[in-house]
C-alpha cells in the first residue's frame, strides 16, 4: 500500500475528535499528502534533469571538426647519443671547403614593424674555407654585375656595394642592438647555419626526443608524424647552471638534421635554420634548401644550392681578401653608432617586390 493511504487510515482510524480538533487533523493531513507529492515530483524532476545533462554533456554541448589524421613513417631509425654526435662530427669534418652557386631571398619585417618586405632573389655564390672565412658574392638581378661583395675572417667583415661606391665595415658580432633586418646580418650567421658544429671539449650534452608532423611527399592530404632526437648542446654549469648553446634537431627517418636553434648569452633563440631536399654533391650529402630565421632581428634568408655546388675544391689565395678599400667609397662602421645611424648605403638597398 502507497505510503500516502497508509497515513491516511492510520489518521482515520482514531477515535472520534471534537470540531476543533477533527479540523486540524485535516489541515494536517493534507499537508502531508501535499509534501509527500512534492517530494516525488521534485525527485522526478532531478531525475529527468539528469538524464537530460548527461545526454548534453554527451551530445549537444560537445562540438567536433574533422582534422587530417597522422600516422607514423614506414621506417623509423634508432641511434645513441654517441652515435649522432659522432655524425655531426663526421659531417662537419668532411667539409674543408665549400663553393656554392645560390639563390638568396631576404625578407624583412615582423610584427613589431606590422609588415614583412621581401626581396627580389639574387644569384651569386657563398664560399667557405674552414674554419671561419667566407665570401658571399651577390649578383644583381638579369644584370648580373655584383651588387654585394662580403668577406669575413670570423672576427670582422668587409662588404662591398659597387652600385654606390659604399663600404659596410665591422665585427661579426652584432653591437648595436638597434640594427635590424639586413643591417643586422653578419657572415657569422650563414657560416655557421651552413656548417653546424658538434661537441666542443668545454660542452655537456643531452638528448632527449620530440616528433613533428610533416606532409607526405608521396601522397596529398597525408600528414606523417615524424619522430626525431633532439641534442642539446649546454655550456659548462656555473653555480650548477648551465645555459643552452644550440640544439640540433635530427629526424629518425633519415638520421639528418632538419633544423638547429642559436642561442645568445640571455637564452633567447637567435638563429633557427631549417634544412631541407638533400642532395649529394659529389661524395656530400648536403641540404640543397636553407632556411635562416632569425626572430630577434625580423629577418628570413632562402638560400636554395644549384647543382654546380662543390666542395673541398682547392681555393685562390686571395679568395677571401677584397683588398683596399677604395678611396672613392662611403665607410659605415657598423660599430660606431654615429656612422652606423647615417646609412650611407641605404639609398641603394635592394628593393621588395610585396
Known amino acids: 500500500m502507497p505510503r ?53 554533456l554527451t551530445g ?41 652557386f645560390v639563390q638568396v631571398t631576404a625578407c624583412t619585417g615582423g610584427a613589431s614593424k606590422g609588415e614583412v618586405k621581401c626581396y627580389s632573389p639574387f644569384s651569386g655564390n657563398i664560399i667557405i ?64 647555419s651552413l656548417l653546424m658544429h658538434g661537441k666542443e671539449p668545454d660542452q655537456v650534452v643531452s638528448m632527449t626526443q620530440d616528433s613533428r608532423d610533416v606532409p607526405n611527399p608521396k601522397k596529398r592530404k597525408d600528414i606523417i608524424n615524424e619522430p626525431d632526437y633532439d641534442i642539446d648542446f649546454l655550456s659548462q654549469p656555473e653555480n650548477q647552471v648551465a645555459k643552452t648553446l644550440h640544439v640540433i634537431h635530427i629526424s629518425r ?25 638533400y642532395q649529394k654533391f659529389g661524395d656530400i650529402n648536403f641540404p640543397s634548401k636553407i632556411e635562416i630565421q632569425r626572430p630577434l632581428d625580423e629577418l628570413d634568408l632562402t638560400i636554395v644550392l644549384v647543382k654546380k655546388t662543390s666542395f673541398n675544391q682547392k681555393l685562390p689565395d686571395d679568395q677571401f681578401d677584397l683588398g683596399p678599400i677604395p678611396a672613392n667609397y662611403t665607410i659605415q662602421n657598423m660599430d660606431d653608432p654615429v656612422s652606423a645611424s647615417t646609412n650611407p ?10
Do not use: W
Not at 262 to 273: F, H, L, P, S, W
Not at 345 to 354: E, G, I, L
Open 60 to 100: 549537444c554541448l560537445v562540438h567536433r571538426h574533422s582534422v587530417l589524421k597522422t600516422h607514423p613513417p614506414d621506417v623509423v631509425l634508432n641511434a645513441t647519443l654517441d652515435q649522432l654526435l659522432k655524425q655531426v662530427d663526421e659531417r662537419y669534418a668532411a667539409i674543408h671547403t665549400m663553393t656554392a
Open 4 to 56: 500516502s493511504h497508509r497515513i491516511s487510515l492510520s489518521l482515520l482510524s482514531v477515535p472520534t475528535l471534537d470540531p476543533a480538533s477533527e479540523a486540524r487533523r485535516q489541515i494536517y493531513l493534507k499537508f502531508v499528502l501535499m509534501r509527500t507529492r512534492r517530494i516525488r515530483k521534485l525527485r522526478q524532476a532531478v531525475s529527468i534533469g539528469l538524464l537530460a545533462l548527461t545526454s548534453a
Open 129 to 192: 674555407g674552414k674554419p671561419q672565412q667566407i665570401n658571399v658574392i651577390l649578383k644583381l638581378p638579369l644584370l648580373g654585375s655584383r651588387a654585394i661583395d662580403m668577406v669575413s675572417d670570423g672576427k670582422t667583415f668587409k662588404m662591398l656595394i659597387s652600385l654606390n661606391n659604399c663600404a659596410i665595415i665591422g665585427s661579426d658580432v652584432v653591437t648595436n642592438t638597434s640594427q635590424k633586418g639586413l643591417y643586422s646580418l653578419r657572415p657569422a650567421v650563414i657560416l655557421d
Open 345 to 354: 648605403c641605404a639609398a641603394h638597398a635592394p628593393q621588395s617586390t610585396h
Open 253 to 277: 627517418v633519415d638520421l639528418l638534421p632538419y633544423r638547429q636553434d642559436i642561442y645568445n648569452a640571455e637564452g633567447k633563440v637567435e638563429t633557427q635554420a631549417f634544412y631541407s631536399n
